[in-house]
C-alpha cells in the first residue's frame, strides 16, 4: 500500500530550528509537496523537491532523499506565527493525485 | 477570482438530506481536486477534474457522493442522504494543470456536521 508518515506533534522554542521528518512508501515518486495548514484554515504551498537535495527558501528548507523515501522541513528562527501543522504530501505515479500524511502539529512557545 | 472559493462556508444538516458544496477554481486552472479532511487527520482525495472531465473517480468513498464540473470552472460537489460519517471539511484545490510541478491552490473549504 502507499503511506506517509509524519510525528504527530512537535514543540519547539520562538528563535529555534526544527526539523519535521516525512518517510514514505508509495508506487512511484514524481515529487514531494510540504503545506502548511494553521488551524481552521486552508493548507498553503511551502515547498516541491522531484531531485535528491536540500531546496532553500527564506526560513524554510526542504530536503529528499529518493533512495530512503525520506524529506525533512527545516524551520530556522522560528516565529510564533509558524505555530500550525505541517503537511506532507507525495504525488506517486499519477500524474495528479496527492497522497497526503496526516500532517504535524508544531506548538512554538515563547 | 483571486483565489479559490467555496460555499457554504459552513453547512449543518441532517441525517438523510441531500447537499450540495460549490467550488470556483481560480480562472485559467483547468484542474481542480476534491478533498476531505476530517478533524486531526490528512486530506483524503476524492476526484480529480481535468476540464469538465474526470479522469480519476477513484477516491469518491461511495455512491452517494457525486461531482461536476461545468465549463471548465464551477464545481460542485453532492453528497445524497447525508450519514453521520460524512462529517468533515470538503477542501477543494485548483492547479494550472496536472503536471507534476504545479501546486495546488486551496480554498478556504465548507465544514458539513451531519446531524
Known amino acids: 500500500g502507499q503511506n506517509i508518515d509524519q510525528p504527530t506533534e512537535m514543540t519547539a522554542t520562538e528563535g529555534a530550528i526544527v526539523q519535521i521528518n516525512c518517510t514514505y512508501q508509495t508506487s512511484g515518486f514524481n515529487g514531494l509537496f510540504w503545506y502548511q495548514q494553521h488551524a481552521g484554515e486552508a493548507p498553503t504551498f511551502l515547498s516541491y523537491?522531484?531531485l535528491d537535495g536540500l531546496e532553500e527558501k527564506g526560513r524554510f528548507s526542504s530536503f529528499l532523499s529518493r533512495s530512503k523515501g525520506y524529506s525533512y522541513l527545516l524551520l530556522k528562527e522560528l516565529q510564533m506565527k509558524d505555530s500550525a501543522s505541517y503537511l506532507c504530501a507525495v504525488r506517486g505515479g499519477s500524474n495528479y493525485q496527492l497522497i497526503w500524511g496526516a500532517g504535524t502539529k508544531l506548538i512554538i512557545k515563547p | 477570482g483571486a483565489g479559490v472559493s467555496q460555499s457554504p462556508s459552513n453547512k449543518v444538516t441532517e441525517k438523510g438530506k441531500d447537499v450540495e458544496l460549490r467550488c470556483d477554481p481560480i480562472s485559467g486552472h483547468t484542474a481542480l481536486y476534491w478533498y476531505r479532511q476530517s478533524l486531526g487527520q490528512g486530506l483524503e482525495f476524492l476526484i480529480y477534474f481535468q476540464g469538465n472531465s474526470a479522469p480519476d473517480k477513484s477516491g469518491l468513498p461511495s455512491d452517494r457522493f457525486s461531482a461536476e464540473r461545468t465549463g471548465g470552472s464551477v464545481s460542485t460537489l453532492t453528497i445524497q442522504r447525508t450519514q453521520q460519517e460524512d462529517s468533515a471539511v470538503y477542501l477543494c484545490?485548483?492547479?494550472?494543470?496536472?503536471?507534476?510541478?504545479?501546486?495546488?491552490?486551496f480554498g478556504p473549504g465548507t465544514r458539513l456536521t451531519v446531524l
Open positions: 523537491n522531484v
Open positions: 484545490a485548483s492547479s494550472l494543470g496536472p503536471g507534476r510541478e504545479n501546486e495546488q491552490f
